[in-house]
């Protein structure tokens, strides 16, 4: 296990990667919002689906995933057909329009991406990539009990860091 300092430096670069979101924002078409891409995105990568399947990728409210969903539809980026196991839902897909935003997106973030780490080797890309998707699933939800440590962790702001002094600290959030 890495000490406590290091995961204490992990929290404050995760933070820091707000900047490179925004500059991934600020690509992005006004037509297409990032709630936008996300559903295009998804339903690229894993087909078509109901609208709750999607809301659960999403991880957001289904209110806020209907709100997204009608933005594409009334683009004619995905279409939503009646599912035929049950004709209360739809399923939703991806249109050829849909597939053509998507690639113009894939694009521009590969373009933005080649342009910021131009001075990146291959291998320095492959190990973020690498270690992100590790990042990932370290954090997908195995139990009930979610991501978060359990009670039984007690409270960090009275932990010593690893620091020599013995000092305590707390990591913004």
């Known amino acids: 296990m890495a000490a406590r300092s290091q995961y204490e430096e992990l929290a404050r670069q995760l933070s820091a990667v707000g900047a490179v979101k925004r500059g991934l ?99 320095e890309v492959g190990q973020l990539n690498t270690l992100l998707a590790r990042l990932r699933d370290s954090f997908s939800c195995r139990s009930s009990d979610g991501c978060a440590p359990g009670r039984h962790s007690g409270d960090c702001r009275s932990r010593p860091t690893d620091s020599h002094d013995g000092s305590y600290t707390r990591t913004p959030v």
């Open 25 to 123: 924002a600020r690509i992005l078409p006004a037509e297409c919002p990032g709630g936008s891409a996300a559903v295009l995105a998804l339903l690229s990568r894993h087909g078509e689906m109901r609208i709750s399947r999607l809301a659960e990728f999403l991880a957001v409210d289904m209110s806020v995933t209907s709100r997204h969903v009608a933005h594409v539809a009334e683009r004619g980026w995905i279409e939503r057909s009646p599912d035929p196991a049950d004709k209360r839902s739809r399923i939703l897909r991806l249109t050829p329009a849909g597939e053509s935003v998507l690639d113009d997106l894939n694009c521009r973030t590969t373009e933005m991406f080649a342009h910021n780490l131009q001075d990146w080797s291959d291998d």
